[in-house]
């Protein structure tokens, strides 16, 4: 079958029409084969498990490069309801903040340790000094490993509204670990991650003051202990260093681990 009609596009894949009720996402060739399957394993076993995912059916290799064959779902992610509307994003940050914790909660098949993942990131960034990263690694092994799920990616653009309720797509970083870890890597994305490419200047002013009063309404509904989330938040910050985002945004990283690290490794 040939892929012709692209309907969506990100930093990891590209989305195409398939059979009917079908997508194919299909992985840029930077994306190693076993994280691949490592998602179409997740997706597969969260669906049997009645989680909010959408049913996997089978891996292809399409023109060297592989994807996984998805059931359509109808729906606009959560990102594009953002507003200025505060009504609309107390309710959005509420739903968030449930959906991620129903999900986190322990598992009956085995994944990788969200830990030794942030423990690989870390060390194979080429942005921090060695000294500094090594600082960031001792300080990561102290923390503890936990035992739940964990998306790894956990934003608004992976939500899709539907008429039916909520699904979490894209669990390429799928793992187990401290939900502590997995709440502060998506603080990290709301506060500083880069808006998709194709907003409008009017789009990206909106989004960002969205966001704030999103990322303020989403912590306290989540009622979580910040002081734990805290405590991750500098090594999330490191591994994420060695992910493919914006120069920007890596920068703003580096800024944020500069002016944090003194006060995380004296604690």
Known sequence: MELVNCIACGRTSEIFEYDEGKIVKLFLDKIPKSDIE???YVSQNLFKENFPVAKAYKIIKYKKRYGIVY???????MLSYFSFNILTMINLSKAFAKLQNDFQKEINFSLHSYKKNLVYNINQTRLLNKKLKQQILDYTEKLPEGNLLCHGDFHPDNIIIT????????WLTASVGSKYADFSRTVLLIRYGSIPKGKTIIENIMINSARRT???KYIKKSNINIKEVNKWILPVAAGRLNESIPEKEKLTLLKLIEKNKNYLFNT
């Open 163 to 170: 008429d039916n309720g909520f699904v979490v797509i894209d």
């Open 71 to 77: 059931e359509k779902i109808n729906g606009k992610t």
């Open 214 to 216: 999103f990322l303020n």
């Open 38 to 40: 490592n998602e179409f």
